[in-house]
């Protein structure tokens, strides 16, 4: 058989096609929404009209099809995230797939402009995943609140994880006792939280004044009542954000303070800074689905910044221990 030069490309589009199609129609019967569920069915139906575009094509330049195979470990890897993310980051997962399979399929295209055989039906296939993009867009807009719960909890995490790991790091150069530095970084995880909840209320309280404003005002030009539960919901915004920034605060702060708890100094210092990376790289992964942004980036760029704050801190409080002299045992 001679491959032609985009044969590699069309077997991993039909694995991929093949793969989609399976987990839409598995994912439809895990979903209690019968609109979404709908919605999934008739996406795996489209993934399979792809599927067998690609498989013709790929049939009639000689290639085995039936030796292609769905990716079963990503499907089930999906299906346990869903399990573990829950049904909103694991859409936003989806949104994100759907924007990689357009991008791919748009590369390939300018490649075989000049076939039309190839591009009249690609350029359908585009439109039919920028619908598919469309539906998880709609399905993740339709849950505000989740998406703020999220969010909170994500940054109020993420704030405790940099900040006490960084006062742990600057206090650990300049005290010898792993129990007082942990009690240390105990006071700034304690002063951390209630200084974000507190940040938290005022900014999200003024945000929902507006809101309440803007509905008020719109309910007296329609000269109807109709947003009265939208409006409770919104005075209970401000408690809420407050309330699930300074907990993740707190579960931030725990995981770079209990080391030091266990550890002596060194020892500590090292696990808590590994603890840090790895939750921060987890923490910010959820951040980049949530905002359509590069996972694998945006969780190297935060582990790394967290670390760096770590280092900045720690050498402080060595130049303080050296031109001070100043040591706690």
């Known amino acids: 058989m001679t491959e032609s030069p985009n044969t ?31 919605s999934l069915v008739r996406l795996s139906e489209t993934e399979k009209n792809h599927a067998n575009f690609w498989k013709l094509r790929l049939v009639n330049s000689g290639v085995r099809v039936d030796e292609i195979r769905p990716s079963f470990g990503r499907i089930k890897g999906l299906l346990l995230l869903r399990k573990v993310l829950g049904n909103y980051l ?9 924007i990689d399979s357009i991008l791919q399929y748009n590369e390939f295209l300018e490649e075989n402009r000049s076939n039309p055989e190839i591009s009249n039906q ?10 598919h993009e469309e539906v998880f867009s709609k399905k993740a807009g ?3 609140i989740i998406i703020q719960k999220n969010r909170d909890l994500i940054y109020g995490m993420s704030d405790g ?11 650990s150069a300049i005290i010898s006792n792993h129990f007082y530095i942990a009690l240390g970084g105990t006071v700034v995880g304690i002063g951390g939280a209630i200084s974000m909840a507190l940040g938290a209320y005022l900014s999200q309280k003024s945000e929902s004044e507006y809101k309440i404003n803007e509905l008020t005002k719109k309910s007296i030009l329609e000269r109807k009542i109709r947003y009265g539960k939208k409006m409770d919901q919104y ?12 907990m993740s605060y707190v579960m931030g ?19 808590a800074v590994i603890l840090v990376a790895a939750s921060q790289g987890i923490t910010n992964m959820i951040v980049a689905l949530t905002m359509g942004l590069k996972i694998l980036r945006t969780s190297v760029q935060a582990m790394f910044l967290s670390l760096m704050a770590a280092a900045a801190t720690f050498t402080v409080g060595y130049l303080f221990h050296i031109f001070f002299n100043i040591t706690l045992i």
């Open 161 to 171: 994880l940099v900040e006490v790991l960084a006062a742990l790091a600057g206090l």
């Open 235 to 246: 005075k209970g915004e401000s408690k809420r954000s407050a309330l699930n920034v300074g």
């Open 8 to 38: 590699q490309d069309q077997i991993g589009f039909y694995r991929n096609e093949l793969t989609d199609m399976l987990f839409y129609d598995k994912l439809s019967r895990r979903v209690r929404d019968d609109e979404f569920r709908k």
């Open 90 to 98: 694991s859409i936003k997962l989806l949104e994100h797939s759907e």
């Open 253 to 271: 702060a725990v995981i770079p303070i209990v080391p030091f708890v266990f550890l002596p100094r060194v020892e500590g210092l090292i696990t």
């Open 122 to 131: 690609l350029q359908k296939i585009i439109m039919d995943e920028i619908e």
């Open 142 to 144: 339709d849950e505000d």
